[in-house]
């Protein structure tokens, strides 16, 4: 029933910033927690961040802890993906997560919607 939907990424330089989007539809995740993992071509996927839609809580991935902040509009349905200094090791693909139950992991398979995902390229 939920769809995610993944917009924002492109092709930045070093030190610049880049703001991605992941939309709800489908049904509503007010109760739950929403989140961001990236996959780099070869390597594993890993957590980025996440949030509890009721009330902002957060956490994140030590990669990018202090650079990148997650937020989420509650009117809009929408979560984001603020991030700033990007490094070269940040290039990948962003997907947007999400899951009715409050939750604390980082753990990709707790995580029951995922979006299409969106492409974040930097260059040096």
């Known amino acids: 029933q939920v769809q995610l939907v993944e917009a924002g990424g492109g092709l930045v330089q070093v030190g610049d910033s880049l703001r991605l989007s992941c939309t709800v539809s489908?049904?509503?995740?007010?109760?739950?927690?929403m989140g961001w993992f990236r996959q780099a071509p070869g390597k594993e996927r890993e957590f980025v961040a996440a949030?509890?839609?009721?009330?902002?809580?957060?956490y994140y991935g030590n990669s990018v802890k202090g650079r990148f902040a997650i937020s989420r509009d509650n009117v809009k349905n929408t979560a984001y993906l603020q991030m700033n200094k990007l490094k070269p090791e940040d290039t990948g693909v962003y997907y947007c997560?999400?899951?009715?139950?409050?939750?604390?992991?980082?753990?990709?398979?707790?995580?029951?919607?995922w979006g299409q995902g969106t492409q974040v390229t930097v260059s040096s």
């Open positions: 949030i509890w839609v009721s009330d902002g809580t957060n």
């Open positions: 997560t999400g899951d009715p139950r409050q939750m604390w992991t980082r753990q990709e398979s707790q995580y029951d919607y």
């Open positions: 489908g049904g509503t995740l007010s109760s739950g927690t």
